[in-house]
């Protein structure tokens, strides 16, 4: 497929699997080229900082998604159910899935992996830590070009809010 322009990995896997997989596309000292020489856009679901996908992107690629799958507010949906839930969640409402979030370290860990500064994309989900100022100021460094910039932040339930001042740079 070296055609392919856009490519959607949003995996994940039931909650108490058997076997957990690794979450790694691209393991470690694999000797390849990535298949898609004109990928643009990549999305994938649960971005590992062990995984060497990310220092294999294409120069070609644009917009760059990290973000879980299912997504964390879905996830808080199915634990509180704080009303009925509309008819289509009916059929999806006692899956259960394992979606750890990221912390902004190991988020700054995959990310420091890219070499794509001409993304200008780029969307990312994660758990609010004291590191996030540090994974902002990454973004701010590594990725200059960027002109659309989506940031889903969590916090634990009971955890402290980090405060984020946003600045123009």
Known sequence: MPSLQSLALELSEPKNAPVPSSGVIWPKGLSATLPWPNLETLRISHPDPADDIYANLPSSLRALSLRLWPHECIQIFDENQP???????????????????????????????????LLSTLELEYGVDAHEPELLRTLAVKFPHLTTLEIHRFWSRGGYRIEVRIAHV
């Open 83 to 117: 009303y009925q839930p509309p008819s289509w969640y009916e059929s999806r409402k006692h899956r259960r899935w394992d979606c750890p979030l990221l912390t902004p370290d190991n988020l700054a860990l995959v990310l420091q992996k890219c070499d794509s500064s």
